[in-house]
Each structure stands twice: as C-alpha cells, then as structure tokens.
C-alpha cells in the first residue's frame, strides 16, 4: 500500500456520461497530481493542486476539471465523455510542489472505460 | 520544454544477464530525475532519483543509474535480472523544487525477461 488512496478501482460509463474520480493522498503530503495513461499517449500530466490551490495544468481537456478540498483530498470530474477517455487514471502526491522528497507516491490508478 | 525519451519501446533479457534501459532529456537547467516501474495492475513505483552529487545513484532492487550531462542521459542498469523484473519502467524529469511544477513521463520501455 502505497498510501495514496484511489476510487474506485474500475469504472464503466456510457459516452455522454460524467464521472468523478477520488484521491485521498498520503498522511502529510500538500500537492496532487493527476495523470491519464493511455496505450499511445503515455503518461500525460493532466493537473495539479497544492493545498488546496490548483498550481499547475497539462494536457487536461475543458471537459475536466478537478480540485483539491480542505482535508486535502482531491477529485477529477470528467464531462460528456467521449471513447478516447478510457484510460488509466492515476492520482499521485507529494509533500512539496515539486516532489523533492522522494518523489511522487502513486496511487493504483482508476481504470475508466467508456463505452 | 522539457521532454524525456526512452528510445527502447521493448527490451528482452535472459534471467541473470545484465539490463540497460535507456533515458535521454531534454532540459535547460540541472533536472531532477527519477526511474519508476510500473507492475500489470499497479501503480508506479519509485526506484531511484537524483537530484544532485554523485552521479551514480542506487536505488531499490539493486538498480542503479548514472547521470550523464555531457550525453542527457540517465541510463538505468541492472547487473543481474530476475524474472520478477518483469515490467514496465519509466524515466522522469522535473525541474527545481518548486510548486506549480509536474514530473514529465517517457514513453516507458517494457521489459520482459527470459528463462
């Protein structure tokens, strides 16, 4: 267990559909990041927040949007999805901006099929 | 902009032969990088990362890597693979610690181990 907490596991949706997908971080760190790995993209940096306050954004379509609450837990909410959003999504932290310390933590990712 | 490539898509090693993978960047600054390696079903996991110093860093595993400025690279080795090595591995780069920064991702190299 990495430390990094990601829900659910698995999601199937319809085109069209919205999801929201859930990361708690590990106990002491301040910064989240999310990422969509898919077979041709890769890992592709999507956004992240910094206690609470978004720091810094990628790839991350208008469709998507996240955001990182009080008790430092973070959400990814992805709108009128399309097929080409299955992927694997994965939520990472760290205790500093940049993730000096040790790096990242991942978390096990959300697999999101759309179908 | 920073960019990472792992010229070897897929790497196919006997059980107990040596391992390289490769990694070349692309950045202005000193970078701080990082190997991951990422299990079927499981998130990515840190291996080693160097920031600074000595320029051959070891890391879990028996893994280590050696940063080469004059080349931009930071080459993974491994003098002995197992078959539990088995997985996909990724290169990263980030810049100085700082919030509103991401780690950016190579493509990844697949590793698969023979008997």
């Known amino acids: 267990d990495s430390g990094v907490t990601q829900t659910p596991k698995h999601l199937i949706t319809a085109t069209g559909q919205r999801v929201t997908l859930r990361c708690s971080p590990r106990?002491?760190?301040?910064?989240v990041y999310w990422y969509q790995q898919s077979l041709d993209q890769g890992l592709q940096f999507l956004i992240q927040?910094?206690?609470?306050?978004?720091?810094a954004k990628g790839n991350i379509l208008e469709r998507f949007s996240a955001q990182q609450f009080p008790d430092l837990h973070s959400e990814l909410n992805l709108s009128s999805l399309e097929l080409g959003d299955s992927a694997l999504y994965f939520c990472a932290s760290s205790l500093l901006g940049q993730g000096r310390i040790g790096g990242y933590t991942f978390g096990s990712g959300t697999r999101l099929t759309v179908v | 902009a920073q960019s990472v490539t792992q010229p070897d898509i897929h790497i196919t090693v006997s059980e107990g032969a040596s391992l390289e993978l490769r990694c070349n960047y692309s950045y202005g600054a000193t970078p701080y990088l990082f190997w991951y390696v990422q299990s079927p079903g499981q998130g990515l996991q840190l291996l080693l990362k160097?920031?600074?110093?000595?320029?051959l860093v070891q890391g879990i595993k028996g893994f280590e890597a050696e940063f080469k400025r004059s080349q931009s690279s930071f080459n993974l080795r491994k003098p002995s693979v197992h078959w539990s090595d088995a997985a996909e591995y990724f290169c990263a780069v980030g810049e100085e610690d700082q919030a509103g920064t991401a780690l950016i991702f190579g493509k990844g190299t697949t590793l698969s181990v023979s008997s």
């Open positions: 106990s002491g760190d301040l910064s």
């Open positions: 160097y920031f600074s110093g000595d320029t």
């Open positions: 927040y910094y206690n609470g306050e978004e720091r």
